[in-house]
Structure formats: C-alpha cells, structure tokens
C-alpha cells in the first residue's frame, strides 16, 4: 500500500507528543485481541446467543487513537465496537457480562454487542446515523465550552450512506471540532470495498473542505502520532479533521462465512501490527502480559457465566 | 402561557420559542431557513435569530443530518429544537428518531436522556399537493420511547411547547397544523369556548378537553380527534345540534401518544357512542389504536361499534375541490354522524 | 310549523296563481320535496317543502294566491294541523310566535325554532341560554304529552352496515317484555323504540331504558303515521291474548319480526314464520317449519321434521322427539317430553312434567301424574340422604 497522504499539515509547530509505553501499547492491543479470539470461541461453544463483530487485526487504530483521550472526552463507535470499548474503559468484565446478556453487563444486557454505553462511549449499530449523532456531541461540548475530544469511528462500508454526507458538509460548515476516522479494512461485511466505493475515501471528507490524512497499514505508534497532529489540528483550528486508516480484519464480519482468499487474509496476518507491538518490548514481559491479560479474561468468563439475567423488571419502562 | 389577547397560532408558538430562548442558555433551534427575515416557512421562528445568532442554526437540506445532529446535542445536556419544514419530510427523519433518539435511553439501561423536540407543520387544506399535505404523525405511533404532541388552537399551544422543550422525559415529535397557523388561539375562558362549555381533563398544559353545547347534561354521541381537526369538529358539533337535534360531546387531546382514555370514559357513560376522526388516511391511524384500546377498556360503555373517520385512501390532491372530497370534512362529519344514528348506509372512508 | 310562501320575484304581479298541488293535504312530505306548482305572469316555478312534516294546504289549484302570505304550512306533528288550518283561513293569519323571534338574541336549534312557532312560546319565557334546544323548550309545553318528539327514537343504537334496520314496537310490558328486548337488543336489524301496554299504570315507566309509551291502541295510530315499521307481542302467559293481538295487527298490516337469542340453534331446513320469540338455548331440529307469534321458552328443543303452527306457547325445556306435529294455540307447561309422530291438537294444554307417548286431541288437557311428596327430614338425614 502507497502511503496517500492528501494533505500537507499546515501547523505551526508539533505537538510535545506524550510517550506511551510500549508495554502499555501491546497490553492494550493483546487484551482486545485476546478477547475477540475468546468471543468467537465462546460463541462456537454455544455459550453466547445473537451477534458479534470482531476487530481483530484493527487494534491498533483503536488503540492508537484512544490513547489520546482520557476519561471526559467521546468517543462514538459502530457495530465493531470492542476494540474501542475496551481501549478506552479497560471494562473486560462489563463487556464480557453485556455480550453474554447478564444484568451485570454495561447496559443491563439490552444492548449487547453492539448497543454500548458507559462513561461517554457510545455506539449504535445502524450504520451512518452515528456519525451525526457524534458531530452533535461535538457541537454540544463546543457550545458548552468543554473541550472534550470527539472522536466517531466508521468503516469503509459505512460510506455508503448518504447522510454521513450530509454531516461532512454540516461540520465543515459550521467548524465542529471532531475527528472522523475510517478504518478502511477493505470489506464491507461480504463486498470488497472495490463493489461498494466509487472514487477515493479520502476524496469524500476533503470534498467538503475536511482535512483528511490516509495512512497505508501502520504500527500502532504511528496510528498514535497521526492522531496527535490531528487534534492539533482540530484544537488549533477549531475544524473537523478525518483520518483514514488502511487496516483489515482477520476475522469473517461477524460470525458467519468468510469468502475472503485464504491467501489474502495470509498476507495482512504476516503483518499483524499486534505482532509487530510485541516485537518492541522484552520477551518476559510480554509474557507476564499476556499471562495477565489471558487470567483476567478467563476469569471474567467464570463471573459472567455465573451472573444473573435480567428479569422483567428491566423492561418495566 | 395563556394569551390575552386574539393572536393567531403562529404567533402563540413564537412567543414561546421567544421565552425560552430568553430564560433558557441551552435551547437552540436547527432549521432550514429560519433565519430572520424569512424566520421559517411559516414564520412561525421569526426574530429568534435576530436576537440569539448563535443558538438558531440554519441549516442545509439535510433533515437525517439535522436531525442526528440534535439528538447528539441533546445526549450532551443541551435542549435543541429541530423545525422540519413540512412534515411530510418526517420520512428522511425516521431512522434517526427510531433507531437512535427513541432507544438510546432503552438499551442503554436508562444512563441517558435525549430530550429532543421536533417541530414541524402537517396536514393539508392549502392546496400544497400530495407531499406538502400529509398528516405523518400516525407512522410513529408504534414507536417506544416517543411523546407525540398534536395540540389544537383550544389548548395551551405555547406551554405545551415550553413544557415538552423543558420537561420533556422522551424525545418529541410536536406537530402543528398547518391550517391552525393561521387561526386565532382559542383557549377556554372561563369554563367556556364561545358556545361549548369546556372540561379539562389531565394536567396542564397537555390537558385534554372535552366540549359540549349542552352543558354536558346528556349527549348522543362522543366525537375524539386532535390537531386541525378540532374547529370542524366544533362546526359540525354546532351544525348537528342546530339542524338535527344531535347533541355531539367533542373530545381534544393535546397529546396523542403516549395514549390516555382521559375524558372518554366519562363521555361514553352520557352517550355510548364513539366517532374518532383523523386527517390522515384510515388503515393503520391514530383512530384504530384508539378504537382498539377503547373497546378494550370501556366495553362496557358502548352502545354500538366504534366509527372511525379519515381521509380517503390515496394521494391528497392538489386542487381544492378534490382535498375537500379526500380529507373529512364537517359535511363528513355530519353525514356520518346522522346515519350512525338514524339509520341509512355508512359513508366508507 | 313553517309556512311556505310564495316569493314576489315579480314586481309586475300582485299576485300567483297555484297551478297544481303535487301533495295531497296532510301528506307526509320531505324537505325539498316539490310540493306546489305556482304561476307568475312571467314564469311557471316549483315550491318545495322547507322541511319534513306533515304539507297543510291553502289555496286550491286554479286560485289566486298572494305573495309574502303563507299559501301552506308544514307541520312537525299531526296536532298542528288545525293550528295551521286555522292561520291560513284567517285573511289577517299572522305568526306572531315568528316575528317575535327576531328578538331573541341566541341561537335555536330547527328543531327548537318550530316548537316555538307552534305552540307560541313567548320569547320572554325562553330559557336565558345562547343556544337553545328542543330539550329545553319541552318543560314550557302545556300537554306535552300530545308532543311526540322524534327524540324517543334515537334510544338504541343503529347498525352500521347497508341493511335497514325496523324500528320495532313491543306489544305488553310485563316480564315478557323483558325478556323479548334483552334478546333484541343482539339483532342489528331491530331498533326497539318502546312498550305498548293497556295497563295505564305502567305508562311512564322504562324497561331497560326504553319507555312504555302508552295503550295497545297508538300501534294502529302510530303505524299509520310512520311512526314505527314492524312489532312482536310479548305476552307470555295469556295465547289467547297472544293470538287476539296478532290478529289485529294483521289487520292493521304491521308486520312482526322474530326475536331469536344469539344462543338458540336452528338446523338446517328450518323455517320461521313472524313473531316469534325463541328464548335461550333453544333448538329446532333440521326441516322443521313453526309458524307465527309462538314463545318458546328457554332449553326448548324441537327436534328434526316437526311441524308447528302459531301462538303456541312452551315453559322452558319442552323436548319434542321427531315427526312431532303442534297445532295452533297449544299450550304447554314446563319439562315436557314427547315421543316421535305425535300429534297435538289445537287448543290442546299439557301439563308441566307431562311426557306424551300418544297423540293429544284438540282441546284436551293432558296430565302426567307425578306424585311428588314432601316429608320433613330426619335427625339422620345425612346418613342416609334423600338426594
């Protein structure tokens, strides 16, 4: 993948850029590709009903961009939503708890895997509405003076949809500060993005005057550092801004049949950005995290599958 | 906020957009051209902008967007007001108002609240045509999670906006009718509405009133409907009573969903027969849902089946003579209400 | 009563000349009905009726009329005929009732405006409302008895579907009136609008919301007046009466109508002649024909291929076999049973608990003795029970 970076950044000076651990990187990146891969399993072993939608092999978009939010800035997320939930909460348990239906889940378990709410993370799983719900957020935490970040993540498939359009051209009219990003994993559920997308992804925000940066498939410490010129950007600019990230995910939309050529989804595994995270850290390490991490969802399994369903009380509106 | 003085409708709705942008730093109003001078299609947000340019957003062509954009302000604590231009444009407004205003508070396990009012025009009666005329509000019946305002020119128009904006617990669809616009607001003084005497039933501002030219002393048939129905109710009320000796209770709520009974049981105790009219089209409305719930509820108080009132199937046609044929007009009224009771064929909607 | 007039299009002529009647005096006619052909110099035009009534005439055809000047009257009841006679006689007739109306400042219904007109109500005794109705205006009538207000029609609800629904008279007040209009109020094509009775102390009181009107007498009247479209006599106890009551009526060409519980089972092949009252939980076997004016009381079963006539009466659970023949004017008591191809014969009584293994010959009583004895209990009584 050529790197399409669209746009020169015009600022006036770099951000002090926070250094984060790399430990603290791969932590986060394996804990969510350790939970999906236990997702899938426990839904093969029949110990989940409905629906779910894996991201692995896009941690470290997730992971990258929230590194840069704390607790009172927003993130509006999709259907592909554990990866940001947990970047952002650390909340193994309650999402673990609300996939599994339980009332000790995130949202009592009425929202599910797709349905998330806690602290000010959201998603929705109807593609396209979300992102000018986020761009309301965002012009509300402008109104209200707040400063809080917002960040709304969509897919490529999601471009489909025209009142994403319809926002582009009413953010960058009215100069709301948020970041758009597109994970563009090439797939949209069973079409590739070639079926589905005329013209170029980042054509489309910077046809409404939005700066837009496309990155080529990165590690997650340059996801971090794309992020952080962005909110310079927005903050110093006060204007929207989209990122667009070339990633892909190794496992099928969500848990049915995955047409994708074996070699293909060969190719992007040998570039796993998770392996390429545990690569800059020792070895011990990253076996006391992963140890860590694989005890902590393992024990979150046995909570969650003692925990109890809601009764009819929950759904006494 | 009752008006003293003879004002139209329209007038009333800017009065209180008025107020609450002076008392309340977090309202703000999403519209297409609401803009001062224009100040709306219907003028009814005159001079907002004028006077608080940063809370009054014009905005593109885009009522999905708009809509979504709000629903977003208002998970964040602020009070927005969207003002759809014709409410036959609710449809491009559906997903946002359905999958995301109406179930944010539900699925995400009550942690938030989307206090969000949609305004906009319906009805016909304006020769406007098949997608300027419509009465949309009965697609939305089935949803959870939405209040439904629908008030007429008898009842407190601009408190029951300030208390949806205000107070309201559910996302709102606020429907004004387009003929009502142009009417004088005519809320009860007194106990009375020019010729009627008035009761009230639930609590202010969304109180429903029942209206009776006999003093509620006996009546032959109880009359349900909402909105811009209500004057030609009231006329085909009068016209019974005067010309037929039928003397016909009229029943108004302000609020058409969440569903009350309020005033009904009452009424059907005196009459035992119920006529519900709409303007909009007769299969799936507001009437079947009410006729459903009341055969269920007050059995046994009727006297015979319900008789529901609506538009004719099919468009709503542009020219003047054939929306008064399609939309039920006081004639329809009155033609179905004496063969209801004297015998004779059924006018079929 | 509302006059109709003649209009002065014409300020050439002083006066018109009627052409033809085209209703007779004391017609019932409808609003807008053409009723009078009237001649100007210029122009030959029609006169319609301003409202339902009954049409009371003045001029005769071929005579001059004047303008302005009631040539008729249209009245709301029968008594004001003479009233109207009255005024269109009198060369200086004047509505005095009419003119004085201008002065009242509210509204009337049109209902209301002719009871004022009629019975000439002065405005100083109107009730001080805005809007006035018939209702109102009835406690200042002298003789409001004599004022039968189309109002007492409007008691029970009316079918919604294109068939046409008979106003329907009860004859007799009594506890088999109760019965009859508890059943009728399931058939959709019945309107009860009230009892006939010729107990005059009955007069005034309601049953089940509709009113006992006066004497078995105002049917004749009443039918002749439109009034009312069909009957059934509800008399249970007397066949006699039964029978003398449909025979008049007959006469009087009214026709009955069958008042079945929703709950009574007519096979296949049954037919009904008119009047008659099946109360509930009936059953008529299939091809059974019964004829007018019978009362069959409740658990009555007909079986298959009977043949039954008119004005018979059954208490309740009489249980016919098959091929049983019933002639007219029996009468039967309660928990009777008859056995296949047996005929009784007109006139005939059978007794309650009877069971018929033989035909009945006319105007024989028949009797089954059952000896039903009653001893008081002993002290052991439930040690051995009786029952």
Request: proline residues 6%; negative net charge.
């Amino acid at each position: 993948m050529e790197t399409t970076l669209q746009e020169t950044l015009l600022l006036n000076s770099l951000p002090e850029l926070e250094v984060v651990p790399a430990e603290q990187f791969y932590q986060r990146m394996f804990l969510i590709r350790s939970f999906e891969e236990r997702l899938l399993k426990l839904f093969s072993e029949g110990m989940i009903f409905g629906t779910t939608h894996t991201s692995m092999g896009q941690e470290a978009i997730a992971v990258g961009v929230i590194a840069h939010l704390g607790r009172n800035d927003i993130v509006f997320s999709n259907h592909r939503c554990h990866g940001h939930y947990l970047a952002y909460s650390d909340d193994v348990e309650g999402l673990l708890a609300e996939i599994m239906g339980r009332k000790t889940g995130v949202c009592g378990g009425k929202g599910g895997s797709q349905h998330i709410h806690a602290a000010n993370f959201y998603t929705n799983g109807v593609l396209g509405g979300i992102v000018p719900c986020a761009t309301g957020i965002a012009l509300a935490e402008k109104c209200k003076g707040s400063g809080a970040r917002v960040v709304v993540f969509i897919g490529d498939g999601a471009l489909g949809e025209g009142v994403i359009y319809e926002t582009f051209n009413i953010a960058a009219l009215w100069a709301i500060p948020i970041l758009f990003v597109v994970e563009n994993n090439f797939y949209a559920q069973s079409t590739p993005t070639r079926l589905e997308l005329a013209g170029q992804i980042a054509d489309r925000p910077m046809a409404f005057g939005i700066q837009t940066a496309h990155y080529p498939p990165t590690s997650v410490e340059e996801v971090y550092a794309a992020t952080a010129q962005a909110w310079s950007y927005i903050e110093q600019y006060h204007k929207p801004f989209c990122l667009v990230f070339d990633t892909y995910r190794f496992g099928p939309h969500s848990k049915g049949d995955d047409f994708r050529p074996a070699e293909e989804i060969a190719e992007w595994r040998a570039r796993d950005p998770l392996r390429a995270a545990a690569e800059q850290i020792a070895p011990s390490v990253r076996a006391a995290i992963e140890r860590t991490v694989l005890v902590r969802i393992d024990h979150a399994i046995v909570e969650s599958s003692r925990a109890e369903f809601p009764d009819i009380e929950a759904i006494s509106w | 906020m009752i008006s003293n003085r003879s004002e139209r409708c329209a007038h009333v709705l800017n009065h209180a957009l008025h107020h609450l942008f002076e008392n309340h730093p977090d309202v703000y109003l999403l519209g297409e051209d609401i803009l001062d001078p224009y100040g709306g299609a219907f003028k009814v947000s005159t001079g907002l902008s004028s006077r608080w340019p940063e809370r009054v957003l014009t905005t593109p062509i885009s009522e999905a967007a708009i809509t979504g954009i709000a629903i977003g302000m208002a998970l964040r604590g602020l009070r927005p007001i969207v003002e759809i231009m014709f409410g036959d444009f609710i449809t491009l407004c559906a997903d946002p108002i359905i999958n995301y205003a109406t179930k944010f508070r539900q699925m995400y396990d009550d942690q938030v609240r989307c206090p969000i009012v949609i305004r906009t025009p319906m009805g016909g009666r304006r020769g406007y045509g098949p997608t300027h005329s419509q009465s949309m509000e009965r697609l939305f019946l089935s949803v959870s999670g939405l209040t439904i305002l629908a008030p007429s020119r008898l009842h407190d128009l601009g408190g029951a906006l300030i208390h949806a904006t205000l107070h309201g617990e559910e996302p709102t669809l606020f429907v004004e009718n387009k003929v009502m616009y142009g009417e004088i607001h005519t809320p009860p003084q007194d106990g009375r509405i020019g010729l009627f005497a008035c009761r009230e039933f639930g609590a202010a501002p969304l109180q429903t009133i029942a209206l009776s030219l006999t003093e509620f002393e006996y009546s032959d048939v109880t009359l349900l409907c909402y909105g811009g129905m209500a004057p030609i109710a009231l006329q085909a009320a009068e016209e019974l009573l005067i010309e037929h000796e039928i003397s016909c209770e009229v029943i108004v709520p302000c609020r058409i969903k969440p569903f009350s009974l309020e005033g009904l049981g009452e009424a059907l105790e005196r009459s035992g027969r119920l006529v519900v009219v709409e303007e909009g089209p007769l299969t799936g409305g507001w009437a079947a849902e009410v006729a459903a719930r009341v055969q269920e509820q007050l059995w046994a108080r009727l006297r015979g089946p319900i008789r529901r009132i609506a538009a004719r199937d099919g468009i709503i046609p542009s020219t003047r003579v054939l929306e008064d044929l399609v939309l039920p007009g006081k004639q329809a009224l009155i033609t179905s209400i004496t063969s209801m009771l004297r015998g004779g064929s059924v006018l079929t909607a | 009563m509302i006059p109709i007039v003649v209009p002065q299009e014409d300020v050439n002529s002083e006066t018109a000349l009627v052409v033809a009647w085209l209703a007779d005096d004391e017609a019932l006619v409808k609003k807008n009905q053409v009723v009078c052909e009237v001649e100007t110099s210029k122009v030959v035009f029609e006169v319609a009726a301003p409202a339902d009534g009954w049409l009371v005439r003045g001029g005769k055809a071929g005579e001059e009329v004047r303008f302005n000047v009631p040539i008729a009257f249209v009245v709301a009841s029968l008594e004001a005929i003479t009233a109207a006679r009255a005024i269109l006689h009198d060369p200086q007739h004047e509505l005095p009732a009419a003119r004085e109306l201008s002065s009242f400042s509210g509204k009337l219904t049109e209902r209301a405006r002719r009871l004022i007109e009629e019975y000439a109500i002065p405005v100083s005794a109107l009730p001080n409302k805005p809007l006035l109705t018939e209702r109102d205006l009835l406690p200042l009538i002298d003789n409001k008895d004599d004022y039968y207000s189309p109002l007492d029609q409007r008691v029970y609800p009316l079918n919604h579907t294109k068939v046409s629904v008979r106003r329907t008279l009860i004859l007799g007040a009594g506890l088999g009136a109760m019965q009859v209009v508890d059943i009728l109020s399931h058939d959709p094509r019945v309107q009860v609008i009230g009892y006939l009775d010729d107990n005059p102390e009955l007069h005034g009181n309601t049953i089940y919301g509709l009113p006992v009107v006066g004497p078995s007498s105002l049917a004749a009247e009443w039918f002749r007046a439109g009034r009312y479209d069909a009957a059934i006599i509800s008399v249970s106890t007397s066949n006699a009466v039964r029978r003398r009551w449909y025979e008049w009526l007959k006469d009087l060409s009214v026709p009955l109508v069958n008042a079945v519980d929703p709950s009574a089972k007519l096979n296949r092949g049954v037919m009904l002649g008119e009047g008659n009252i099946i109360c509930a939980f009936v059953h008529v076997g299939v091809e059974t024909r019964v004829g007018n004016n019978n009362f069959l009381s409740a658990y009555t079963s007909i079986d298959h291929h009977n043949l039954w006539g008119s004005h018979i009466t059954t208490g309740p659970a009489v249980a016919t076999s098959g091929c049983v023949e019933v002639e007219d004017d029996v009468k039967m008591g309660t928990g009777i049973f008859i056995q296949p191809h047996i005929t009784v014969g007109k006139g005939a009584q059978i007794a309650s608990g009877a069971v018929l293994t033989r035909s009945v010959p006319a105007m024989h009583a028949a009797k089954t003795r059952i000896n039903t004895e009653l001893t008081p209990l002993r002290g052991d009584s439930n040690a051995n029970p009786v029952c």
